[in-house]
């Protein structure tokens, strides 16, 4: 009795963020007609796809053992730099020459930016042994600053039909930015389950002296996961320019927060070693079912906020009550 | 001696003690009675269960199944806080003190003197503290911030804060692992008095010269299992060893004679410098060990063993100097990876901090020094990791619910089969092992034994740290001492003794014992 109560406990707690899902997405379509249609459907994957890129980096970053408040920033910044270079060329004086970047080109730089922001992170993080929360605080700080300086505190706006592709336009039923999140989501589960890379990056947020002494090169492994995960913040940050047209300076405050808890209720241990991408990708579904469905229901938005943070604090408490069980 | 008659009820006793860890058996139906005012030793190998039993005792684990009767009385202690109300207190061998505090606050920690401002009347406190430390060592100031202290006296703070609680039964753990011997007098003199005051204390160890000296009666554990309880006074030093190991010791080692074949590890002057300052935590250490060869290592605490087996692994690259050779070639160790591409392997000494993650399953594991054997096309088949770990759990006989079960669960003897099977899985010609029966019963030591044997048998060379004097003497062709970071002596198979290879191990001896080299 006493042991099968216990399994019973634990088969739940593995589906724990779908159950939790599919129970709001009964809720809700009980209360509101309004919200089981495949157009909200579409426009909830839409909004979601911004933060599903951002958690796909914080989830690798979590589980390897470490944090990034940094990834809104970073987004702001890649945004606003790949708009600027699609508005006007950029001179260089000393060689009498303008830059004048293509579309791709423009892209590719705001990629780049937040590659080697996420790169900065891990220098400071693995060379200076500057703790992670304190090392992407910086840099949160460091790439708004740059993000203002860039634009000159004002939104970048009018880069274009082409570039309005990414974030706006359909592609075989689904919206484009859905398609970006839903790839990359396939690529980083491939990446984490089925290479080496994975494999290091839980066993370093495991144990990281067990790793060090099993031959792994702690550093570069860590190192890698923060640039990727910049590169991951840059490209939610084109989705998030290219959808309102516009970048603007103040883009993605407090999405590492959104991020950080998408990664949590979809079950990853913030202690490392445990988690997954596909844990992350029901955490953001979660949040956004439930955003739209407050809205559907004409929840006033300060509660939107409240239920947030319930829901938040029930995903790790019944984390922590399955692992307390795994303990005795 | 003022042995309590058997007739009084015991201040505290368990009764069929049984306690399950995962995978383990930790204690198995253990009955234990402790009078008022009687020094009660708790005896056993590592892995007896002594810990465990005196957690249960004090609150600070549950038992699985028995009951816990304080003064006849059945009782229930869901923490040790609980306990402590009961006036049932622990004296960590790691102290449990908080370093920042002083002594008087660190005492009062949890029952502070508040004065009817509500704040904390520290005056009183350390008046009353001074009064308590006059007892035990009046030169202990009780403002003294407790780090500033000597580890002796940090735990004669410890006893006060017991006294302080009005303890009636004190455990103490190890307590003499850590504190010199004029140290050891005091503390010793200390329970004495505590004893006429009529304190019940249970003395953990396993130093037998000790038990035998303070102690009124012993209760001996193998194995988790009740094996007897003994009158001190009528008790041979031999008697509680045959209880102890159960068994005749001489079938432990197997050592076959094997040919010993070239030189494979060679160390030339190897000296390694503290990362902080320019104290050397090895010094100078030459050393030669050869296919098909074991060489032991024997030191105390702090001797630069632990040391000197990272330093070939690579592991302090920046602070290392002097050369590691392997087949005569010299190799440039700058990381563990390093090393093992050069076909060195390392078990260290902690296996659950440094040997494994404990989180990843038995075959990610097993997987994880060498994973491009279980790689196809880049990525990471499951058809090969399940034949590889399959092929390493049969090998080393590795007893797991399924493979993929987490390391965490596995017995300790277990856990340091997989940590073994990792490292051979990188097919190493140098086989360093810190420790390696650490903590682990009596079927998996002689396991490991068995499978170093093995090793040699098949030319590998095999460098073994160990702080237990009989395994050394037991698996070793050659012994090598440390002290001090240096190399003190070196015996032959044949000439070492526990006795000549302890004089090489305690500071002050080098001089007469380098001539056994």
């Given amino acids: 009795m006493h042991k099968s109560s216990k399994d019973l406990v634990k088969c739940i707690s593995r589906f724990q963020s779908l159950l939790v899902l599919v129970l709001m997405v009964i809720a809700i379509s009980l209360l509101s007609d309004r919200f ?22 914080m989830t690798m970053i979590i589980i390897a053992g470490g944090i990034d408040l940094s990834v809104g920033s970073i987004l702001a910044l890649a945004g606003a730099v790949t708009a600027g270079l699609i508005k006007s060329p950029v001179p260089i004086p000393w060689l009498g020459i303008e830059l004048d970047f293509t579309l791709a080109g423009a892209m590719i730089a705001g990629i780049a930016v937040g590659m080697l922001l996420g790169w900065f992170n891990g220098q400071m993080i693995t060379r200076v042994r500057i703790p992670p929360f304190v090392a992407t605080l910086g840099m949160l700080s460091i790439a708004r600053g740059l993000t203002m300086l860039w634009t000159k505190g ?58 060090r002494l ?82 559907l229901l004409d929840v006033s938005p300060f509660w939107q906020q409240v239920v947030k943070g319930i829901v938040i604090l029930m ?5 922590r009550l399955r692992n307390r069980g795994e303990d005795q | 001696m003022n042995v309590a008659s058997p007739t009084a009820t015991p201040v505290l006793s368990g009764r069929g003690i049984v306690k399950k860890f995962p995978g383990v058996l930790a204690l198995d139906r253990v009955d234990f009675d402790l009078n008022a005012g009687e020094v009660h030793g708790l005896i056993g190998e590592n892995g007896a269960g002594k810990t465990t039993l005196m957690h249960i005792l004090a609150g600070a684990l549950q038992p699985t199944e028995g009951e816990i009767l304080l003064d006849g009385q059945l009782v229930h202690f869901a923490n040790a806080r609980q306990a402590l109300k009961q006036r049932i207190c622990i004296v960590y061998q790691e102290l449990n003190l908080i370093p920042y505090l002083s002594v008087a606050e660190n005492v009062f920690l949890g029952r502070e003197v508040v ?32 780090n500033t202290l000597r580890v002796g006296q940090q735990q004669i703070v410890e006893i006060a804060k017991a006294l302080n609680a009005q303890a009636r ?38 130093k037998l010269d000790e038990l035998l000296r303070i102690t009124d009666r012993i ?99 920046k602070s290392t100097s002097g050369s590691v050779s392997i087949h005569g070639k010299r190799c440039d160790l700058r990381s563990p990876a390093a090393a093992m591409g050069h076909g060195i392997g390392l078990v260290p000494e902690d296996r659950k901090k440094q040997g494994l993650v404990m989180g990843m399953s038995v075959e990610n594991n097993i997987s994880l020094s060498n994973i491009g054997l279980i790689e196809s096309y880049a990525l990471l088949s499951r058809r090969l990791e399940k034949q590889h770990a399959e092929s390493y759990i049969k090998q080393l006989s590795i007893k797991t619910p399924s493979m993929r079960q987490k390391a965490s669960v596995l017995s300790g003897g277990n856990q340091q089969k997989v940590v073994l099977s990792r490292v051979l899985s990188t097919i190493p010609r140098v086989l360093l092992l810190d420790e390696p029966t650490r903590g682990i019963d009596i079927n998996a030591k002689r396991e490991i034994y068995a499978l170093v044997d093995q090793l040699k048998q098949q030319g590998l060379a095999i460098v073994v740290v160990s702080s237990e004097l009989p395994e050394l003497l037991g698996i070793s062709d ?40």
């Avoid at chain 1, 909200?40 to 599903?52: A, D, E, L, P, T």
């Avoid at chain 1, 995903?315 to 984390?319: K, L, M, P």
């Avoid at chain 2, 001489?250 to 902080?276: A, K």
């Fill in chain 2, 169 to 206: 039964v004190i455990f103490m753990d190890e307590p003499t692992s850590a504190i010199s011997d004029s140290e050891v007098e005091v503390l010793f003199k200390l329970i004495e008095s505590l004893r006429r005051e009529g304190i019940a204390i249970v003395y953990v160890s396993h």
């Fill in chain 2, 115 to 146: 004065g009817t401002t509500g704040l904390i009347d520290a005056k009183s406190q350390n008046l009353r503290c001074k009064e308590l430390l006059a007892l035990l060592d009046p030169s202990i100031d009780p403002r003294a911030q407790v």
């Fill in chain 1, 214 to 295: 099993s031959g792994l090169d702690v550093d570069r492994i860590k190192l890698w996961v923060y640039t990727i995960a910049g590169g991951l913040s840059a490209v939610a940050g084109l989705i998030a320019t290219s959808r309102l047209d516009s970048a603007q300076p103040n883009a993605g405050i407090g999405y590492e927060l959104d991020s950080i808890a998408a990664v949590v209720i979809g079950g990853t241990s913030l202690s490392g070693g445990q988690g997954s991408i596909w844990g992350t990708v029901l955490g953001c579904l979660i949040i956004g079912v439930l955003n739209s469905g407050l809205v």
């Fill in chain 2, 219 to 317: 209760t001996v554990l193998r194995d988790g299992k009740y094996v007897d309880t003994l009158v001190t006074g009528d008790t041979q030093q031999e008697t509680i060893v045959r209880l102890m190991v159960g068994r005749d010791l001489s079938d432990m080692y197997v050592q076959n004679v094997s040919e010993i074949g070239e030189e494979v590890l060679r160390l030339d002057s190897l000296s390694q410098r503290s990362d902080i300052g320019e104290h050397l935590l090895v010094e100078d250490v030459s050393l030669s060990v050869a296919a098909g060869e074991v060489l032991g290592i024997f030191g105390l605490m702090g001797a630069g063993r632990t040391e000197l087996l990272e330093s070939i692994f690579g592991l302090h690259p």
């Fill in chain 1, 315 to 319: 995903a790790v408490a019944i984390d």
């Fill in chain 2, 478 to 517: 050659r012994i090598m001492v440390m002290c001090e970071g240096r190399k003190t002596a070196e015996f032959s198979r044949e000439q070492a003794n526990e006795e000549n290879l302890m004089q090489a191990a305690v500071p002050g001896f080098q001089a007469e014992t380098t001539n056994y080299a």
């Fill in chain 1, 36 to 57: 089981l249609t495949a157009a909200n459907g579409w426009n909830i994957m839409r909004q979601i796809s911004v933060n599903v890129c951002l958690s796909i980096g």
């Fill in chain 1, 154 to 211: 004002f939104p970048i706006t009018g880069l274009g039909s082409s570039f309005a592709i990414i974030g706006t336009a359909n592609f075989l039923g689904a919206p484009v930015p859905v398609w970006i999140s839903g790839l990359l989501v396939l690529l980083f589960i491939v990446v984490t389950k089925k290479t080496r890379f994975g494999r290091y990056i839980y066993a370093v947020g495991g144990n990281e002296q067990a790793s």
